[in-house]
């Protein structure tokens, strides 16, 4: 895996020394070349936040509809809107939801209503307390568990492989899954298959 580091940095002179100057970083991390011409199979997705404090108004460019962000007291916050870790887990909910629309959609597949909790474990000490990670670990989740049932036109008893396809293929085209699970956390799935109603 190949990964890029773009960092700028300046030397700005201060009477006869010269002193390093750091201008804001940007740091490109990729396991694929860059590509500068458009691809089409490529969906562009950008969020614009403004805020102080804990608290930030999140847009994105284009859209009507913009969302809110705190976090908890332990971390300076006034719990007045869901903390960045919170819409995390909402987004690994969510996605598997769309992708499994997506999926059933080219297997064939009726849904019907779907029901979905996710845990997450976060650990604290870098974070909250700013220990090194080298003694307590990185700021990544430890853990996260989600659990699924939903509703479908798939007979369980006949069609448990028709099932278990679709599940398999939900969790390995959903990027928040993979974004999770890819990442080393301790991650767990428990789907439950229903009957459409």
Known sequence: MSRRLLTTLTTQ???????PF???TTRL??????QSAPRSDILP???AGTGTGTLQHVTVPGKSYAFVSD???VL??????PSPVVYALASLSACNQVTG??????????????????DGQLPTGVLVQGLREEDVGGPNWEAVSLRVRVQTDVDG???GEKWERFVSEVERRCPITRLFRDSGLKYESTWVNEKLE
């Open 71 to 73: 976090t908890y007291p």
């Open 101 to 118: 629309h997506v999926v059933a959609r080219d297997h064939g597949i009726t849904l019907g209503k779907w029901n979905v909790e996710v």
């Open 22 to 24: 750091l201008l804001p």
């Open 13 to 19: 002179r201060l009477g006869t020394a010269a002193k």
């Open 45 to 47: 997705v950008q969020v």
């Open 76 to 81: 300076g916050g006034a719990d007045s809107a």
């Open 29 to 34: 991390f990729s396991s694929t070349p860059h």
């Open 157 to 159: 008893e006949k069609e």
